[in-house]
């Protein structure tokens, strides 16, 4: 069997209900890298959310690659180099910071040690940080602190006003990022384009590979694209179906280790 990539979401894929990875997964993923084979971490959570689990599972030594964002940004886990990504407009991000003001909503976007936000701080932004592990550092002028790009920013509300600031957004800013919610809570705002199937069509070409070499696990929206783009599409037991009809193959549910049984069934040799 050729070298294969394994691009697996993490929240309600690699991770399980209560956001764990179970030793049978585990091990199934160490005995992969030992053979050879790549793993990439594909998922919505910003980089620091993602290294965290990157680092569990050792690829800063064992190598692979992380897609965070959505996949607006590549990173090598052992050399930290940044191999592609997608930054929102400089001149955008204080009109969002400006606009979330204005609606009394809640605004954030990510730097490497954490995340900077507007002085307004709700529990959604909180869970946020929990999920993440990250601190929240609140400021009056939040665009004064950041030092590197924005891949991506999130603005947070009460699901019945986030509903319609969606809309809103979507005609004020969609011609130059694009808007979505993946809560109902969540407002995301993200450049233009980034998408996991694209993401991963430029590592598959960085690393001289193709996207029949590629299996691509997930259960969200987000993870469509990607799934259909794959060699081998696999959707979770748990996964919406929407998810499920692009799939060539249903595994098991992430609190029953679907991603152990695919390493297993699909790559071990």
Known sequence: MGKKLLALDLD??????????????REAIRKMQEQGHILALASGRPTPGVLSVAKEL?????????????????????????????????DIVPELFAVA????????????????????VDEYMQLEARINGLTIYPEADPVSKLEIPVNKCLGTAEPEYAEKLEIEFRERF????????SEPFFLELIPKGVDK??????LCEKL????????????????????????LGVAMANAQDVVKERADYVTASNDEDGVADVIEKFILN
């Not at 897609?67 to 607006?72: E, I, K, V």
């Not at 029949?212 to 694209?225: P, Q, R, T, V, Y």
């Open 12 to 25: 309600g894929t690699l991770t399980n209900s209560e956001k764990k990875i179970t030793p049978r997964t």
């Open 58 to 90: 050792e690829m800063d030594q064992k190598g692979g690659y992380m897609l965070s964002y959505n996949g607006a940004k590549i990173q090598d886990c052992r050399t930290g180099e940044v191999l592609f990504q997608q930054v929102m407009p400089e």
């Open 101 to 120: 003001r204005e609606k009394n909503i809640g605004m954030m976007t990510y730097q490497d040690y954490g995340i900077i936000s507007g002085e307004k």
């Open 174 to 181: 969609g011609s130059r990022i694009d808007v979505g919610r």
């Open 197 to 202: 199937a694209n993401s991963l069509a430029h």
């Open 208 to 231: 001289g590979m193709t996207k029949d070499d590629l299996i691509a696990c997930g259960d969200g929206f987000n993870d469509c694209s990607m799934i259909a783009y794959a060699g």
